[in-house]
Structures are given as C-alpha cells and as structure tokens.
C-alpha cells in the first residue's frame, strides 16, 4: 500500500491516546469502538502508536479486521508485528488477508518466520499463496488476486445470482464488481459488470449478456503494461490468463492506482538523477541515500569537467573579449534546459505509450522546428538585450555591439535546437540499448549539452569576430 505522511492522519493524532487508554483498561471495546472506521484509518492510527501497543491493538480486533489493517500497514511494521507475532496467532491473520497481499507479506517476512506462519495454514492457502511468489512481483502474475468472481457461461441468470451470492457469503472477494463466464475447463469467454448481472431478464442465460471481446493480459506481462491496459480501457479490474485463456486471476484497480504512483516516483527520482529508491525516503538510511545519489553525483561531475577543458581550450578568446563570459550561463543554460524539456517530454510519452521506438524520425521531424523556434526568440530577446544595454549606456560594448548581438543570438538558435534533438534522442538510445529511459535525467541531458554549447558558442563568436575583436 502507498505510504503516507503524518499531514494525512490527523485522525489518528486525535484517538490514539483514546485507544492506548482503552487497550490497557478495557480491550475488548476497541472492535466496537472501531468497527465503522476504514482499515485505512486504522493504519493510520496503528503506525501513529508505540511500537509495542500495535501487537496488543491488532489482537484486540476482530481476526478479519486485523487482516485489513495489516493490508494496508506500512511494510517495515507490518513484518515487524508478524515476525513478533506467535506462528498460530499471526498465521489466523494471514489467513484473513487477500491472496495477493498474502503473498507480499510473505515475500517480506525472513524465511524461518514465513515458513513457520504458512505450516500453520490450510493447505489449499499455502499452496495459493506459493503459486503466486512463483511469479515476479513486478508483473501481471504478481499484482492478481485468486479472489475473483467467475461462473459457468451455461447458467441462467437465476442459477449465475445464486452463485454469486454464494461467494459472496463464504468470503471476500475483491473484484466482486466484476462477473467472468467460463467454459467447463476455465477458459475465459465473457465478462460483464454485477449491475447488468442484476438487470439481465429471468431465464435467460448469462452468456446472453457477457461481453465476448475480453481484455486481458498474461502472467508474464510488466506492470507497466498492465496500467496502461487499464488505462486505456478505463478497467475496475484486468482478468491474467494463462496460454490456454484459462483465468488465473485479476488485477484489481487499487493495485494498479499503486503501480502508477510507484512508477512515476521512481522516474521522478531518475529525472532528479540518482537511482530510484526502493522504499520511502523517510525509511531508507544514510547509506542508502548517499548511495542512491552519489554515483549520479561522480558521473555529472566528471562529465563536467569536459566543459572545463572546452573554455580552457578558448581561454585566449576570454583574455581578447572578456565580455565573451558574461554570455557563457546564458548559453549553457538556454541548451541544457530545452535538452530537458525535450527529455522530460518525451520520457513521459513513452511511459503513457504515446511514442514507440520506431517514431525517433517523427520526433526528429517536430523538434527540429521546435527548436529553431524557439531559438530563435530566446536569441532575439538576447540580441535586444545587447543592443539596448549597448544604446542606454548600462554597458559599452563597442562599435561592435551589433556583431556581438549577432553572434550570441546566431549561438542561441543552435545551442537550443541542439538541445531539443539531443534531449528527445536521448531516451531512444537508452531503449534502444536496453536501459530505461528515464534515465535520461535532466542534470544528465543538461551536462551533454553544455560541452557542445561552450564548443559552439566559441566557434561562433569567432566567426561573427575575427578581425573585430578576436
């Protein structure tokens, strides 16, 4: 589950003291005091106590409750409390939990406290819980559920109600939203929603009204491709099936809601360039965070000092026309950030699926004239700035101010478009070559672009110079 800060629980802030009390006088009322709360509150207010009172709170609830809770408890504590937790009591809890967060808990625990908590499971839980780690938990396989809704394509709407109801009763389920028909062997073959399930007329057969063209994914597919599939057919919930089209499960919409905003931090974190965290900032240590950091860091700055032996290369230009300096941020910054932009623009169109591999030469074909553009009016405004500066008296540049003006607007036209070429190829090549996109970070695009910028501008001057100034 997404973890929280403490600006969002100021309900937890107000009734813990409440609770701890209770927990210590009378802890049997802490289930009925809480029984209309969202287990997400609930969470709040077990990650808001002692460490040691989260043991006693979650044994005051009821067995179900608890489950719920836990499935929405940060991580670190909730391996914390099932680890201190004896193996009897805590596998009563694991028991009451979602197959997939099940299967997530389990994942986390250390081996000798999992294997202990499952010998204490029914076997058919254990054996699903191990299905499911058999799959990576970054794919379709590790996100779906075993608790879904499905029924036999041949009932009548009667029978198919009957059913539903059934499972209903005997446990949660998550998707029950969501009604699927199969054949005797499983395999999918329809879907529709449980309104329309209670609106089909009697005696007819619910195949009648399942949607035959199905949307689904196989075990093996990343998760970012099942949020797009979501996505992109505005879905509560994405059956998995296996190569036979029988149905291993969904995937439910409140794990692609985190699927989505783990994606984005992580390439919100590579855009900052550094490497993405594997837990929230506040949990990581000194060393994790000096680590994720520091390698971008050392290479950002080595790829630095290529700028430095550039301007020492034109260091006799700078002694012939000290003026040359002043425009030297202007012009890296102007390159490095439509490098960025670009970067930033098109790294988000791949992830949304906008933009394929095969469509550099459409980019190319766009940035180009993006670039020149606005180049251009960056340019311009420069060469006023110049001129003005020039004619107002704020700054002499001489008789040549014009061929000054021209020479670092000329320079800004070609730094920016550069930069946007640059920066939209870069995420192509990284695909390309396997790498992730976003690791085309802004300080990285940014530093490429700035030794080319320097080399340009110098040249350029030159040009517009020789025999004037230099």
Sequence with gaps: MTPRSDKDRPLAALIVPDLLERLEEHPESIGPQTEEMHPADLADVAEAMPEAAVRAFLAALPRERAAEVLEYLDEELRTQVLEELPAGEAAEI?????????????????????DEILQEL?????????RLLQYDPYTAGGLMTTEFVSVLETLTVEESLRAVRAMARGGRREAMYTIYTVDDAGRLRGVLSLRELLAAPEGSRISEHAWTEVVSVSPDTAQEEVSQVTSNYDLVALPVVDGQKRLLGVVTVDDVIDVIQEEQTEDAQKFGGMEALEEPYMQISLWQNVRKRGGWLAILAMSEFFTASVMARYEHSLDDAVFLSQFIPLVMSSGGNSGSQATSLIIRAMALGEVRLGDWWRIVLRELPAGLILGFIIGVIAMIRIVAWNMLGLYDYGVHAWWIAMAVGTTLVAVVTIGSLSGSMLPFLLKRIGFDPASASAPFVATIVDVSAISLYFSVAYLFLAGKLL
């Design 94 to 114: 694991v028991a009451e939990m979602d197959p997939d967060e099940r299967a997530d808990a389990r994942e986390e625990l250390d081996e000798e406290t999992a």
């Design 122 to 130: 029914e076997p058919a839980e254990t054996a699903e819980t191990e």
